[in-house]
């Protein structure tokens, strides 16, 4: 896989050139994390360490407040996961060339659309440190790392 390089600013555009690789397995990935949010509240699923990690407990030790702040919300934020996933996917299918343009609402759903994923593989493989993470999936983790930074950076460049 050959690193094409950060997200640069070009005026109100944020843009990075994906290799068909790049694009497969973000696509992957966020295909993923949008089947797992739209199963969030399928009792099966309660045991799934990666909806316990990003929607979890509001009030850790009280069940009842939990459940309700869960109520209220959690269909709410999963779905908001999901459709950020999903833009992701589609961003990447639409690039032509392999180059997504992202303005600004865009970049700041893709930052944590990209952090979202992160959790998620790190959850499922079992990684706890970023300095740890040194197999074939921890290199992945590392590069998303690497590439929700670098679009942090794209945002914050004037």
């Known amino acids: 896989m050959r690193v094409l390089g950060e997200f640069r600013r070009k005026g109100d555009v944020i843009e990075r050139r994906f290799t068909g690789s790049e694009r497969k397995m973000i696509g992957n990935l966020a295909n993923g994390l949008a089947e797992t949010m739209a199963a969030a509240d399928d009792p099966a699923a309660a045991d799934d360490v990666v909806l316990q990690r990003l929607l979890p407990d509001a009030v850790p030790g009280d069940p009842e407040a939990s459940a309700e702040f869960s109520d209220a919300t959690?269909?709410?934020?999963?779905?908001?996961?999901?459709?950020?996933?999903?833009?992701?996917?589609?961003?990447?299918?639409?690039?032509?060339?392999?180059?997504?343009?992202?303005?600004?609402?865009?970049?700041?759903?893709?930052?944590?659309?990209?952090?979202?994923?992160?959790?998620?593989?790190?959850?499922?493989?079992?990684?706890?440190?970023?300095q740890h993470a040194t197999t074939p999936q921890g290199l992945v983790y590392a590069w998303l790392t690497w590439l929700q930074g670098s679009l942090i950076d794209a945002l914050d460049t004037p």
Do not use: F, T, Y
């Open 74 to 130: 959690r269909e709410r934020l999963a779905a908001a996961k999901a459709e950020g996933a999903q833009r992701v996917v589609a961003d990447l299918d639409a690039a032509p060339g392999g180059v997504v343009r992202l303005d600004q609402q865009g970049a700041i759903v893709w930052v944590k659309a990209l952090g979202d994923l992160r959790i998620a593989l790190a959850e499922r493989v079992g990684i706890e440190h970023l």
